[in-house]
């Protein structure tokens, strides 16, 4: 879980390792999700909104974890830029 550091005057917050590890296996479940959806393997009893939805909300995930600056290691480009920019196009 992600902890506290004080400075001076402000509160940072620092992802430990553990943390990124996590929302990093999220990004693959959204990127799972949203393949899945759109190859018809999931959520096969979901509306065509419900599916466009779960979609959208996925992609503003990705579009969102893809910004921020805790990143170490993990390697987003091939996983996440190229699934967003088909969903976007």
């Known amino acids: ?13 620092v992802h430990t390792p553990a943390d990124i590890e996590l929302k990093y296996s999220k990004l693959s ?3 799972d999700l949203i393949t899945g959806i759109i190859e018809g393997e999931r959520l096969s009893n979901d ?5 466009r ?3 959208a909300d996925n992609v503003k ?3 969102l974890m893809v910004t921020k600056d805790f990143w ?5 480009d091939p996983q996440t830029l190229q699934l967003l920019q088909e969903t976007t196009t």
């Open 1 to 13: 879980m992600a902890e506290l550091e004080y400075d001076d005057d402000f509160v940072h917050l």
């Open 29 to 31: 479940h959204s990127i």
């Open 47 to 51: 509306t065509i909104e419900e599916k």
């Open 53 to 55: 939805k779960s979609v």
């Open 61 to 63: 995930h990705l579009e």
């Open 72 to 76: 170490t290691t993990e390697d987003l």
